[in-house]
């Protein structure tokens, strides 16, 4: 098994990384969909396709899109943060 030895480099970041990574993440998928509303409007003239595409399943994916990267983002930079703040005896060797 070859891993790369060493802390991982998302267990170096700060918490401003993950919150700017996060920020960054809405903003593109925020900025997909308003793109895709804009062509959809222009395409058809008018709001009925732009309101058929968001129904109720439509937003609630959207909101799961939106949300929970960012959350396993968070979750993933914690563990490996605790990870590498204890001690080297207390790690499980993976030999």
């Known amino acids: 098994m070859d891993r790369r030895l060493g802390p991982s480099r998302l267990s170096r ?5 993950v919150l700017i990574a996060s920020i960054a993440w809405l903003g593109g998928v925020l900025l997909i969909v308003t793109l895709g509303t804009i062509a959809s409007i222009a395409e058809a003239h008018g709001l009925t396709e732009a309101r ?15 949300v929970v990267p960012p959350a396993w983002l968070t979750l993933e930079w914690r ?14 060797r993976l030999d």
């Open 13 to 17: 970041w700060h918490g401003r990384h």
């Open 52 to 66: 058929i595409a968001f129904s109720r399943s439509n937003i609630i994916g959207l909101l799961a899109v939106l």
């Open 79 to 92: 563990l490996m943060r605790g990870r590498r703040r204890e001690p080297i005896s207390d790690r499980r």
